[in-house]
Protein backbone atom coordinates (compact mmCIF):
# COMPACT_ATOMS: atom_id res chain seq x y z
CA UNK A 1 0.00 0.00 0.00
CA UNK A 2 0.84 3.72 0.17
CA UNK A 3 1.80 6.09 3.01
CA UNK A 4 1.29 9.07 2.68
CA UNK A 5 2.09 12.08 5.33
CA UNK A 6 0.84 15.65 5.76
CA UNK A 7 -0.18 17.67 8.75
CA UNK A 8 -3.65 18.05 9.98
CA UNK A 9 -4.41 21.34 10.49
CA UNK A 10 -2.14 24.60 9.79
CA UNK A 11 -3.18 28.37 10.40
CA UNK A 12 -2.06 31.58 8.88
CA UNK A 13 -2.79 35.20 8.20
CA UNK A 14 -4.22 37.47 5.35
CA UNK A 15 -1.54 37.92 2.70
CA UNK A 16 0.97 35.97 4.39
CA UNK A 17 2.57 32.21 2.57
CA UNK A 18 2.03 28.77 4.11
CA UNK A 19 3.91 26.11 2.87
CA UNK A 20 2.30 22.70 3.18
CA UNK A 21 4.55 19.42 3.09
CA UNK A 22 3.51 16.53 2.16
CA UNK A 23 5.89 13.06 2.67
CA UNK A 24 5.23 9.89 0.71
CA UNK A 25 6.22 5.87 0.12
CA UNK A 26 4.78 4.46 -2.94
CA UNK A 27 5.23 1.35 -4.41
CA UNK A 28 6.12 2.66 -7.96
CA UNK A 29 5.64 6.69 -9.05
CA UNK A 30 3.62 8.37 -11.77
CA UNK A 31 3.22 11.75 -10.18
CA UNK A 32 1.73 13.77 -7.57
CA UNK A 33 -1.32 15.72 -7.52
CA UNK A 34 -2.57 18.51 -5.34
CA UNK A 35 -6.03 19.02 -4.45
CA UNK A 36 -8.09 21.78 -2.46
CA UNK A 37 -11.57 20.91 -1.15
CA UNK A 38 -13.51 23.37 1.11
CA UNK A 39 -16.50 21.76 3.35
CA UNK A 40 -19.10 20.26 1.82
CA UNK A 41 -17.53 20.43 -1.69
CA UNK A 42 -15.73 18.64 -4.07
CA UNK A 43 -12.14 18.36 -4.34
CA UNK A 44 -10.79 20.54 -7.40
CA UNK A 45 -7.17 20.04 -8.82
CA UNK A 46 -4.83 22.07 -8.24
CA UNK A 47 -1.21 21.09 -9.29
CA UNK A 48 0.86 18.15 -10.84
CA UNK A 49 4.48 17.48 -10.60
CA UNK A 50 5.99 14.59 -12.19
CA UNK A 51 9.62 15.71 -12.31
CA UNK A 52 11.56 17.16 -9.73
CA UNK A 53 11.63 20.85 -9.17
CA UNK A 54 9.21 23.59 -8.87
CA UNK A 55 5.82 23.74 -10.51
CA UNK A 56 4.32 27.70 -10.16
CA UNK A 57 0.65 28.78 -10.81
CA UNK A 58 -0.43 32.38 -9.84
CA UNK A 59 -0.74 32.14 -6.35
CA UNK A 60 -0.12 28.48 -5.92
CA UNK A 61 3.33 26.76 -6.16
CA UNK A 62 4.04 22.56 -5.66
CA UNK A 63 7.46 21.02 -5.31
CA UNK A 64 8.63 17.86 -5.69
CA UNK A 65 11.44 15.58 -5.04
CA UNK A 66 11.57 11.91 -5.74
CA UNK A 67 14.40 10.82 -4.09
CA UNK A 68 13.34 12.19 -0.74
CA UNK A 69 10.07 10.97 -1.45
CA UNK A 70 8.70 14.89 -0.63
CA UNK A 71 6.65 17.65 -2.04
CA UNK A 72 4.83 21.01 -0.87
CA UNK A 73 2.16 23.40 -1.71
CA UNK A 74 3.06 26.81 -1.25
CA UNK A 75 0.13 29.16 -0.63
CA UNK A 76 1.08 33.21 -1.55
CA UNK A 77 -0.82 36.12 -0.63
CA UNK A 78 -3.33 34.27 1.43
CA UNK A 79 -6.82 35.13 1.00
CA UNK A 80 -9.42 34.20 3.22
CA UNK A 81 -11.14 32.10 0.33
CA UNK A 82 -8.18 29.77 0.41
CA UNK A 83 -9.42 28.09 4.13
CA UNK A 84 -9.99 24.74 2.96
CA UNK A 85 -8.31 21.04 3.00
CA UNK A 86 -5.33 20.43 0.92
CA UNK A 87 -4.71 17.16 -0.15
CA UNK A 88 -1.97 15.66 -1.08
CA UNK A 89 -2.01 12.73 -3.56
CA UNK A 90 0.22 10.18 -5.02
CA UNK A 91 -0.29 8.10 -8.10
CA UNK A 92 1.58 4.88 -8.21
CA UNK A 93 2.71 2.19 -10.27
CA UNK A 94 -0.58 0.91 -11.30
CA UNK A 95 -2.33 4.36 -12.26
CA UNK A 96 -3.71 4.63 -9.23
CA UNK A 97 -4.48 7.77 -6.69
CA UNK A 98 -3.65 7.63 -3.28
CA UNK A 99 -4.75 10.39 -1.03
CA UNK A 100 -3.00 11.82 2.53
CA UNK A 101 -6.14 12.86 5.07
CA UNK A 102 -5.62 16.46 4.16
CA UNK A 103 -4.38 19.77 5.71
CA UNK A 104 -6.97 22.08 7.06
CA UNK A 105 -5.89 25.14 6.15
CA UNK A 106 -7.48 28.32 8.45
CA UNK A 107 -7.06 32.26 7.36
CA UNK A 108 -7.37 34.08 9.84
CA UNK A 109 -8.18 38.50 9.28
CA UNK B 1 -21.58 21.69 -19.05
CA UNK B 2 -22.82 19.95 -16.28
CA UNK B 3 -19.08 17.83 -15.75
CA UNK B 4 -20.19 14.77 -13.37
CA UNK B 5 -23.58 14.50 -11.50
CA UNK B 6 -24.31 12.30 -8.55
CA UNK B 7 -27.68 11.06 -7.16
CA UNK B 8 -28.70 11.44 -4.24
CA UNK B 9 -27.30 14.09 -2.60
CA UNK B 10 -28.00 12.45 0.72
CA UNK B 11 -29.47 9.31 1.91
CA UNK B 12 -30.07 7.97 5.36
CA UNK B 13 -30.28 4.29 4.83
CA UNK B 14 -31.53 1.41 7.42
CA UNK B 15 -28.99 -1.62 8.24
CA UNK B 16 -29.30 -4.68 5.80
CA UNK B 17 -31.11 -2.66 3.12
CA UNK B 18 -29.78 -2.02 -0.74
CA UNK B 19 -28.83 1.04 -2.22
CA UNK B 20 -26.98 2.61 -5.51
CA UNK B 21 -25.39 5.66 -5.76
CA UNK B 22 -25.56 6.72 -9.12
CA UNK B 23 -22.87 8.69 -10.48
CA UNK B 24 -22.97 9.94 -14.39
CA UNK B 25 -20.15 12.26 -16.75
CA UNK B 26 -20.77 14.34 -19.96
CA UNK B 27 -17.38 14.80 -20.47
CA UNK B 28 -16.53 11.59 -22.19
CA UNK B 29 -14.03 10.18 -20.23
CA UNK B 30 -12.86 6.73 -20.33
CA UNK B 31 -12.00 6.38 -16.64
CA UNK B 32 -14.36 6.48 -13.77
CA UNK B 33 -13.64 6.03 -9.93
CA UNK B 34 -15.37 5.39 -6.45
CA UNK B 35 -13.95 6.94 -3.24
CA UNK B 36 -14.90 7.13 0.38
CA UNK B 37 -13.87 9.73 2.24
CA UNK B 38 -14.39 9.30 6.03
CA UNK B 39 -12.60 11.86 8.89
CA UNK B 40 -8.71 11.86 9.40
CA UNK B 41 -8.94 9.09 6.35
CA UNK B 42 -8.74 11.03 3.26
CA UNK B 43 -10.15 9.98 -0.02
CA UNK B 44 -9.75 6.09 -0.31
CA UNK B 45 -10.48 4.45 -3.35
CA UNK B 46 -13.19 1.37 -3.91
CA UNK B 47 -13.58 0.31 -7.24
CA UNK B 48 -12.55 1.82 -10.75
CA UNK B 49 -13.08 1.39 -14.60
CA UNK B 50 -10.55 2.28 -16.59
CA UNK B 51 -12.90 1.78 -20.08
CA UNK B 52 -16.65 0.58 -20.53
CA UNK B 53 -16.68 -2.63 -20.02
CA UNK B 54 -14.54 -3.17 -17.72
CA UNK B 55 -14.29 -2.94 -13.26
CA UNK B 56 -11.37 -3.26 -10.49
CA UNK B 57 -11.45 -3.34 -7.24
CA UNK B 58 -9.22 -0.45 -5.25
CA UNK B 59 -8.39 -0.05 -2.21
CA UNK B 60 -11.54 -1.04 0.26
CA UNK B 61 -13.96 -2.63 -2.37
CA UNK B 62 -15.34 -5.06 0.01
CA UNK B 63 -19.56 -4.64 0.72
CA UNK B 64 -19.73 -2.78 -2.50
CA UNK B 65 -20.57 -3.59 -5.78
CA UNK B 66 -20.10 -1.42 -9.53
CA UNK B 67 -21.22 -1.72 -13.27
CA UNK B 68 -19.81 -0.27 -15.97
CA UNK B 69 -22.03 -0.71 -19.02
CA UNK B 70 -21.55 2.41 -20.81
CA UNK B 71 -19.04 5.55 -21.19
CA UNK B 72 -20.90 7.84 -19.08
CA UNK B 73 -22.78 5.87 -15.81
CA UNK B 74 -21.09 3.90 -13.25
CA UNK B 75 -23.18 3.08 -10.41
CA UNK B 76 -22.06 1.77 -6.70
CA UNK B 77 -24.60 -0.77 -5.06
CA UNK B 78 -24.33 -1.61 -1.17
CA UNK B 79 -25.99 -4.46 -1.70
CA UNK B 80 -26.62 -4.51 2.18
CA UNK B 81 -25.68 -1.90 4.17
CA UNK B 82 -23.70 -1.63 7.28
CA UNK B 83 -23.37 1.26 9.95
CA UNK B 84 -19.53 1.28 8.94
CA UNK B 85 -20.41 2.50 5.04
CA UNK B 86 -21.66 5.61 6.89
CA UNK B 87 -19.76 8.17 4.82
CA UNK B 88 -19.10 10.75 2.49
CA UNK B 89 -18.90 8.95 -1.41
CA UNK B 90 -17.80 10.68 -4.34
CA UNK B 91 -17.30 9.66 -8.41
CA UNK B 92 -14.54 11.12 -10.24
CA UNK B 93 -13.55 10.49 -13.85
CA UNK B 94 -10.24 11.03 -16.04
CA UNK B 95 -9.47 10.98 -19.64
CA UNK B 96 -6.39 8.95 -19.07
CA UNK B 97 -4.39 11.52 -21.38
CA UNK B 98 -1.87 14.01 -20.60
CA UNK B 99 -1.97 15.18 -16.63
CA UNK B 100 -5.09 12.50 -16.51
CA UNK B 101 -5.88 14.53 -13.70
CA UNK B 102 -9.52 13.11 -11.85
CA UNK B 103 -12.54 15.38 -11.61
CA UNK B 104 -14.82 15.09 -8.64
CA UNK B 105 -18.87 14.69 -8.87
CA UNK B 106 -20.10 16.94 -5.51
CA UNK B 107 -20.29 13.75 -3.48
CA UNK B 108 -23.48 11.68 -1.68
CA UNK B 109 -23.62 11.68 1.91
CA UNK B 110 -25.06 8.68 3.35
CA UNK B 111 -25.61 7.70 6.66
CA UNK B 112 -26.59 3.61 7.55
CA UNK B 113 -28.52 3.50 11.07
Known amino acids: GQNIDQPTEMTATEGAIVQINCTYQTSGFNGLFWYQQHAGEAPTFLSY????GLEEKGRFSSFLSRSKGYSYLLLKELQMKDSASYLC??????????FGAGTTVTVRA | TAGITQAPTSQILAAGRSMTLRCTQD?????MYWYRQDLGLGLRLIHY???????GKGEVPDGYSVSRANTDDFPLTLASAVPSQTSVYFC????????????FGPGTRLTVL
Open chain 2, 49 to 55: SNTAGTT
Open chain 2, 92 to 103: ASSDARDVDEQF
Open chain 1, 49 to 52: NVLD
Open chain 2, 27 to 31: MRHNA
Open chain 1, 89 to 98: AVRDGDYKLS
